[in-house]
T-cell receptor, first 116, second 117 residues
Framework: AQKITQTQPGMFVQEKEAVTLDCTYD???????LFWYKQPSSGEMIFLIY??????QNATEGRYSLNFQKARKSANLVISASQLGDSAMYFC?????????????FGKGTKLSVKP | GAVVSQHPSRVICKSGTSVKIECRSL??????MFWYRQFPKQSLMLMAT?????????EQGVEKDKFLINHASLTLSTLTVTSAHPEDSSFYIC?????????????FGSGTQLSVL
């Protein structure tokens, strides 16, 4: 069974509008971390935002916010005021376990295209 | 600026040769680094976890003798693809974990596109 599910292989959004990229996860570990990364066509992976399983508030980083719904096991990424430079692949990832142990499990990604 | 430096960004080699890829954390110490492989239009698949001063932990199905990992210092991990073959052609990317009081972040290198002829 997939541990990280991104159901949207591709998304379109109009410039300056907000967009939500879906991510659901599956884990029985009470301690985990959720990440979102952006991968432009150049291939590099750019860290966007992190949410810990015990964090009380939803994480925010500039135009990025994470809609963390623990009971639903979802961690959707919201990008506000989309820009043309936001066009890229977006990966949701999870780390299970505490401390420095564990590795990242990636979803299959969502390709976001921002239209002018 | 980049906090993890990975090079080379692109390498073309002949079948049977070995290729070394370096991953450096530039302004933090990374006791743990990860190596991933990404096929075109696919997700990243973890190959191995590299711990400073100890042997790397390889994921199931990854040949440790094929993909040699060395993490000799807190800022450098290397991946050597030994006796490369065309099927090893792929995009390889490393990440380094930075743990601070604010939480943890993983920073990725810019990746290495390996083409084996």
């Amino acid at each position: 069974a997939q541990k990280i599910t991104q159901t949207q292989p591709g998304m379109f959004v109009q410039e300056k509008e907000a967009v939500t990229l879906d991510c659901t996860y599956d884990t029985s570990d009470p301690s985990y971390g959720l990440f979102w990364y952006k991968q432009p066509s150049s291939g590099e992976m750019i860290f966007l935002i992190y949410q810990g399983s015990y964090d009380q508030q939803n994480a925010t980083e500039g135009r990025y916010s994470l809609n963390f719904q623990k009971a639903r096991k979802s961690a959707n990424l919201v990008i506000s005021a989309s820009q043309l430079g936001d066009s890229a692949m977006y990966f949701c990832a999870m780390r299970e376990g505490r401390g420095s142990q564990g590795n990242l499990i990636f979803g299959k990604g969502t390709k976001l295209s921002v239209k002018p | 600026g980049a906090v993890v430096s990975q090079h080379p960004s692109r390498v073309i080699c002949k079948s049977g040769t070995s290729v070394k890829i370096e991953c450096r954390s530039l302004d933090f110490q990374a006791t743990t680094m990860f190596w991933y492989r990404q096929f075109p239009k696919q997700s990243l698949m973890l190959m191995a976890t590299s711990n400073e001063g100890s042997k790397a932990t390889y994921e199931q199905g990854v040949e440790k003798d094929k993909f040699l990992i060395n993490h000799a210092s807190l800022t450098l991990s290397t991946l050597t693809v030994t006796s490369a073959h065309p099927e090893d052609s792929s995009f390889y990317i490393c990440s380094a974990r930075d743990i601070t009081v604010r939480g943890e972040k993983l920073f990725f290198g810019s990746g290495t596109q390996l083409s084996v002829l």
